[in-house]
């Protein structure tokens, strides 16, 4: 059954889509979605460095990514530069800097689309480790830091006079992010994971009035992205991820239906 | 050192300083349980600052502070709840520790807020919502109680009532409790003591001593301290307007 390429891509979506829900709402949540987009580019050097040193693709995207996170977190301290320029400066650099990195690579048969888009259709049976073992452990994370990272979400200082440890808290879950872009960098291609989180998240906003419930929904949004996602991309032969992205973004369509009769009826 | 086992809090030339310049500084002051310690002070004299001192949500601070719990509850100044966070009461009740649903509606029920267990924060009206925070700051029941302008934005009526839900919580659970106010008269009576904030303290004692003060006269008014029998006693400082001392000439 894991020799069907259609199948293994199904398997790897819904592990994704299982992450990215319960994700992609405390980026939402905390306003991350620039930040998102730049351990994302960040990627890109990942998996050149992982190409031109044959190293493991997704532990040197995870390593590249929590080092540009990290680094962030260091200029944030250092430098009076607001967060958004900080932002700019390491994604577009590191994009950059990646790009110049694949010129000195010619030698190389490169699949630049790939990475910047994502082919789920070459998911092989390592990736569907990587995804599923990289995805249970991020979740199982997530679980453990839920209620102090929720409570320092809802305002930082009362979290950290009640007892709670915000600054580290933030710190995991930004190498939690990094995980997940380094497990689904493959499926969804660098560009679009930050689409991925934000996007079923906000269509989940839109139906649900408190935390839990917009997880749940966020998680079924996903899944469905996948689900029509890839069985259209299969039957008009289009690429798999930008076509989940775009069912997602025709449920978030549909979920403003839904907001406008909270609001008005 | 202290050994006095009811003394929570203990801060000594506690100060902090921001490019330069004071935020507030040689702040002393102890909370102790089942007693109210209020901070008043003008607007820009340093209370939420000391507030934040007391709680060790700054780092690089002069002087020494002591904590002696860590069952602690915090009402900020200002919650804001962004938009796409979904959250109800009953949630926020629960951020930061467990409770059972019945403690919940009880402290849902002495704030006078338990029939909007189910509402969205983001709905409710600011006096509602100063109402829902105390609630969830009590329903832990905590040792030590910081309350930064709890009933900002709650009717006179309710205000008074607020104050003496407050005074009966430091009883009932024998807390500490470090309250924020920048209105003397409404906070009297539920006070024990009080210290005056203008960058540094300016009085302290108990809220008789402090409306009869010289210094508390200065930053309020004389109206202010109309009530009361005048007591007049030498000052020999004044202030400019970064809240420095500068002594007079005698």
């Not at chain 2, 002393?28 to 109210?36: A, D, P, T, V």
Request: with cysteine; glycine share 8%.
């Amino acid at each position: 059954m894991f020799d069907d390429f259609l199948f293994r891509a199904l398997i790897a979506g819904i592990g994704i889509a299982l992450v990215t829900g319960p994700l992609g709402c405390f980026v939402v949540w905390r306003r991350l979605s620039f930040f998102g987009d730049t351990l994302a580019h960040s990627a890109l050097l990942g998996v050149l460095l992982s190409v031109a040193f044959d190293l493991n693709i997704s532990l040197t995207i995870f390593t590249v990514s929590s080092l540009i996170a990290l680094l962030l977190l260091r200029l944030q301290k250092t430098t009076n530069l607001p967060s958004d320029a900080l932002l700019g400066l390491l994604s577009h650099s590191s994009l950059a800097v990646g790009m110049v990195i694949l010129g000195f690579l010619s030698f190389i048969r490169f699949d630049i689309m790939g990475v910047l888009f994502g082919d789920i259709l070459s998911v092989n049976v390592n990736d569907l480790l990587a995804i599923w073992i990289g995805g249970a452990i991020i979740l199982l994370v997530l679980w453990f830091i839920w209620k102090p990272l929720f409570a320092s979400t809802v305002n930082y200082e009362l979290a950290e006079a009640e007892g709670m440890n915000p600054e580290r808290v933030n710190a995991i879950f930004t190498i939690l992010l990094a995980a997940l872009i380094a497990i689904s960098i493959k499926m969804v291609g660098l560009l679009l994971i930050t689409g991925m989180l934000i996007i079923p998240t906000t269509m989940a906003r839109n139906l649900s009035n408190n935390p839990k419930q917009m997880v749940i929904l966020s998680i079924i949004g996903g899944l469905l992205s996948v689900f029509i996602g890839l069985y259209t991309s299969f039957e008009i032969n289009t690429s798999s991820g930008p076509t989940i992205v775009v069912v997602a973004l025709i449920l978030f369509i549909l979920s403003l239906i839904g907001i406008k009769k909270r609001n008005y009826g | 050192m202290t050994n006095n086992p009811n003394v929570l809090v203990k801060i000594s030339n506690a100060g902090i300083q921001k490019s330069g310049k004071w935020l507030v500084k040689d702040v002393n002051l102890e909370i102790h349980r089942g007693k109210i310690v209020t901070i008043i002070g003008p607007n820009g004299s340093g209370k939420s600052t000391t507030a934040k001192i007391v709680l060790g949500l700054h780092k690089k601070i002069e002087g020494n502070v002591q904590t002696f719990t860590k069952k602690i509850s915090y009402v900020p100044q200002k919650v804001s709840i962004d938009w796409t966070l979904p959250i109800r009461v009953l949630d926020f009740m629960v951020l930061t520790e467990d409770l059972k649903p019945q403690e919940i509606n009880d402290a849902l029920n002495l704030t006078g807020v338990d029939h909007l267990i189910s509402r969205n924060l983001r709905d409710l009206s600011g006096g509602e919502f100063q109402r829902v925070l105390l609630a969830r700051a009590i329903a832990k029941k905590p040792e030590l109680l910081v309350l930064d302008e709890p009933v900002q934005g709650v009717d006179f009526a309710g205000e008074v009532a607020l104050y003496g839900l407050i005074k009966k919580i430091s009883e009932k659970l024998n807390c500490g409790i470090l309250l924020i106010s920048h209105d003397l008269h409404v906070v009297m009576s539920a006070t024990d003591y009080v210290v005056c904030l203008n960058g540094h303290v300016c009085c302290s004692g108990t809220p008789v001593d402090v409306a009869r003060d010289k210094h508390y006269k200065e930053l309020f008014g004389e109206k202010s301290s109309q009530l009361l029998s005048i007591y007049e006693h030498d000052h020999d400082h004044v202030h400019t307007a970064d809240g420095d001392i500068v002594k007079e000439n005698v």
